[in-house]
């Protein structure tokens, strides 16, 4: 039995920022309050915030193919670091996760390796090539948590309203990238002043609108459990909101880049701020971050992917897309905080709670009975980002250099104590 | 004399006090180019690399011809058929070579950056000639010598420029230049070839020919740049030419005394039509080729006396 006191408790589910204690009882959470702490062994918070841990929601973790890049255990040395207790990973790996096999092959290795809890995604079609759907009873029965392609968009939409449909019969829930694939082929960039500047080929942020527009009506046709794994632009929003109000079964999340760094940062051709899809204006960025604020879009998760050195030293066109973020994620998000755009429980409304509540995990909660994944951390601590000092084995960070605050003092995953700073 | 650069990546990072004075280095250069003995001893000692990994007839042997008047010791590299095809990444092919000190490394390649990615990881000077639809610096320079000859001055001039401006890294190198130096900038083209992101760089869209050339100085025409087109921008060639192709007709809209420029090479009967291109009253389109050698002795010798004078600041550092 162990008893945090003198936390600031941030609580997303009752939207509670507030002073006092909170007990565990094993793995569970047993209760919290204000005032007196009960007796037994203590760890003194010093008035650092306790939040429930982060649920991750599209971390890519390189196995299986790519494991030079990050393994289960590199990713979950990562994950604890930087306040994540459940990693999600995606299938857009070497080869895709698409058989009940492969899923038991990263289940076994996630298991042995990882000590965060980690769930897994499953493709929606063999091979993410959009033709066939995968065994989706199968691989929901085997614990896939969630069916996606991910940056693969299913073009052909006879094989998407079948999956859906498909995937509705099993109850599972689809992971889509809103984006119109013929629009969006090659480009590097979104246009507008700075790619053109730049001579990169772009898309315009009506790709992303397109994209949206054409799921919700197959969501509408098929009644499948939808959501958007990014929406960055300000155009795709309004149809987004008309889908919640009409009571479709759809949710939303953004990436942390998309929240917190726009077109401009990528400069002279850094290939570090490379994302899929590319960063936006900064108009379209606090768009987002109102998004969030609001509860439009639900999840914010850091999509993380490793990348190595000789894929990003490459001419800008060439480089491989993708940031590593699971040791960002939450700094980079408290400078939506200390910006006062975003409070503390709707940060973690948007990080744990609605990630957790989607996937219908009982995590991302500071409720009793809810597991006592936690993460303490220092909100206003400084410091300067040093790449180097990540510990996912790809370094692909834009926030190298980066002046931050908001560091993790520990990490609990079912009350056992997974890091330490 | 104000020239600061270490390297000539493109037009944006230029003050316009550093145009003016390649461009005045380089009326010195026209003048030794015409004489019998075309020989200078700036670059004497000096290394050049010429590496091009997409193909290029003019602008390399400008770029030879340019380092071997000033004396450089100068070598090919015809990048397309070499190590690339075995795998090599850019940056060894930039270490390799780093290894063999360079001084001057003159760049094309067909991808928007490459050339700033380059220029990071060696220490010699670096020239831009031209990456993907970036820039082309040196090209805008040879357009901007070749106007002020014509027009006895490099601003308040209406230009316009047409054609595919989209995926034209003369059209942004000259756009910035021009701009720079105050001058009003028309882009004249379809629009699926003429991005109107370009309004906010001060210029103005024009999808009409006719209204686009009306009263302009400079008529600056661009090649339809077939190989880098990734499906229908325009119908047909025959409709291009009939729309946005330069002829007689069209001309007339301009000054009488506008001169008519092209960067080549030409594609005759598409964007220009051949006795336009040959009258010698209008076309500049021969002088801008002679002002191209001049202006990359210029660039060549200015980066070569800030590279030595770099090198004589890191030498008396040590000692």
Not at chain 1, 6 to 31: H, K, M, Y
Not at chain 2, 63 to 77: Q, S, T
Not at chain 2, 222 to 236: V, Y
Request: glycine fraction near 8%.
């Amino acid at each position: 039995m162990t008893i945090f006191t003198n936390a600031r408790l941030i609580d997303p589910e009752a939207q509670t920022d507030t002073l006092g204690w909170l007990r565990l009882d094993g793995n569970v959470i047993a209760e919290t309050g204000t005032g007196t702490p009960p007796e037994g062994a203590h760890v003194d918070c010093a008035g650092k915030c306790l939040a429930p841990g982060i649920v991750d929601l599209g971390v890519k973790v390189s196995e299986p193919g790519e494991r030079h890049k990050e393994s289960f255990a590199s990713a979950g040395r990562a994950a604890a670091a930087g306040g994540v207790t459940t990693i999600v990973t995606r299938p857009d790996t070497l080869n895709a996760i698409d058989t009940p096999e492969v899923l038991e092959f990263v289940q076994r290795r996630a298991a042995s390796d990882a000590i965060v809890k980690v769930k897994h995604m499953s493709a929606l079609t063999k091979g993410r090539e959009g033709r066939e759907m995968v065994e989706i009873g199968f691989m929901r029965d085997a614990g896939a948590v969630a069916f996606t392609d991910c940056d693969h968009v299913v073009a052909d939409t006879k094989v998407l309203q079948r999956a859906l449909t498909y995937a509705k019969s099993c109850g599972a829930l689809v992971i889509g990238h809103p984006q119109d694939p013929c629009l969006s082929k090659g480009a590097s960039a979104t246009s507008g002043k700075f790619a053109a500047l730049r001579g990169l080929p772009a898309v315009s942020p009506m790709a992303e609108r397109m994209g949206l527009d054409r799921d919700l009506a197959m969501i509408e046709m098929t009644g499948a459990s939808y959501h958007f794994d990014q929406i960055t632009t300000s155009r795709a929003l309004p149809a987004l909101e008309r889908a919640k109000q009409n009571g479709f079964d759809v949710t939303a999340g953004v990436s942390i880049h998309h929240l917190t760094l726009n077109e401009l940062d990528v400069g002279d051709y850094r290939t570090f701020f490379k994302v899929k899809p590319p960063l936006r204006s900064e108009e379209d960025r606090l768009a987002m971050v109102g998004a969030v604020a609001s509860g439009l879009v639900d999840v914010i998760s850091s999509m993380h992917t490793p990348q190595d050195e000789e894929s990003k030293r490459l001419p800008f066109e060439e480089a491989a897309s993708g940031a590593v973020a699971l040791e960002t994620l939450l700094p980079a998000a408290l400078r939506l905080y200390h910006a006062g755009q975003l409070t503390l429980p709707e940060l973690f409304r948007a990080m744990s709670l609605n990630p957790a509540k989607r996937l219908g995990l009982e995590t991302g909660r500071l409720s009793e009975g809810a597991p006592a994944d936690l993460v303490l951390f220092d909100a206003d601590a400084p410091f300067v980002l040093d790449r180097f000092t990540l510990r996912s084995k790809s370094k692909n960070t834009p926030f190298d250099g980066a002046r931050m605050q908001g560091i993790v003092k520990g990490t609990w995953v079912d009350g056992q104590r997974v890091f330490e700073a | 004399m104000a020239f600061r650069q270490k390297h000539l990546l493109g037009i944006e990072p230029l003050h316009p006090d550093e145009i003016t004075t390649v461009l005045d280095v380089a009326e010195r250069y026209v003048d030794l180019n015409r004489q019998a003995n075309k020989h200078s001893d700036a670059l004497k000692g000096l290394t050049q690399i010429n590496m091009f990994f997409e193909n290029s007839t003019r602008t390399q042997s400008s770029f030879e011809l340019a380092g071997k008047r000033l004396g450089a010791d100068v070598m090919n590299m015809a990048m397309q058929a070499s190590s690339i095809k075995k795998g090599e990444t850019l940056i060894d092919t930039a270490l390799t070579l780093n290894a063999m000190h360079p001084d001057l490394l003159v760049v094309r390649h067909p991808h928007s950056g490459a050339v700033d990615l380059l220029a990071q990881k060696v220490n010699c000077a670096v020239l831009n000639a031209g990456d993907g639809k970036h820039e082309h610096p040196t090209q805008a320079l040879l357009d901007a010598l070749t106007i002020r000859r014509a027009k006895g001055r490099l601003h308040r001039l209406n230009i316009a420029i047409c054609g595919d401006i989209a995926h034209s890294r003369v059209a942004r190198s000259n756009l910035m230049l021009l701009g720079k130096m105050e001058n009003r900038v028309r882009l004249v083209g379809p629009p699926t070839l003429v991005p109107q992101q370009f309004k906010e760089f001060g210029c103005e869209i024009y999808d009409d020919m006719a209204e686009g050339l009306k009263d302009v100085d400079v008529v600056m025409m661009l090649r339809l740049q077939k190989e880098r087109m990734d499906g229908g921008f325009i119908p047909s060639e025959r409709e291009y030419f009939y729309r946005y192709g330069l002829d007689a007709d069209k001309l007339a809209h301009a000054k009488p005394d506008a001169i008519v420029m092209h960067p080549g090479p030409m594609n005759r009967g598409v964007e220009i039509d051949g006795t336009i291109a040959d009258d010698i009253n209008r076309s500049v389109i021969q002088e801008q080729v002679e002002m191209g050698v001049a202006v990359r002795m210029a660039a060549m010798d200015l980066l070569a006396r800030n590279l030595k004078s770099a090198r004589e600041a890191d030498a008396g550092v040590m000692v």
